[in-house]
Nanobody, 124 residues
């Protein structure tokens, strides 16, 4: 069974940093792709970053370019989203999701399983 658990969210001031974790179980992490998505109140869920089976990554949110990075620790079965220079518009619930064909997509529909989400609030 594909299971994902996010952690690391919280309240941070503008300009601060957070590192989100997505702990995977029930599968081998580098067999599949893991995407990070976010959803702000009243908005659709949007793709942020994704790491493919082969380790390559894709950025789907222009607004996070140069500030967010994605990485993977296969030994810990965990994917990370490092978020720097946070802005109030980054406030959202952040989700990770797994896609079993190993490829990334900015569309949330092809993903096979989702975590429960972690809240990130950027405010002074």
């Amino acid at each position: 069974q594909l299971q994902l658990v996010e952690s690391g969210g919280g309240l941070v001031q503008p300009g601060g940093s957070l590192r989100l974790s997505c702990a995977a179980s029930g599968f081998t992490l580098d067999d599949y792709a893991i995407g990070w998505f976010r959803q702000a109140p009243g908005k659709e869920r949007e793709g942020v970053l994704c790491i493919r089976r082969n380790g390559g990554s894709s950025n789907y949110a222009f607004s996070v370019e140069g500030r967010f990075t994605i990485s993977r620790d296969n030994a810990k079965s965990t994917v990370y989203l490092q978020m720097n220079s946070l802005k109030p518009e980054d406030t959202a619930v952040y989700y990770c999701a797994v896609r079993t064909n190993g490829l990334c997509s900015s569309n949330p529909r092809p993903y096979d399983s989702w975590g429960q989400g972690t809240q990130v609030t950027v405010s002074s």
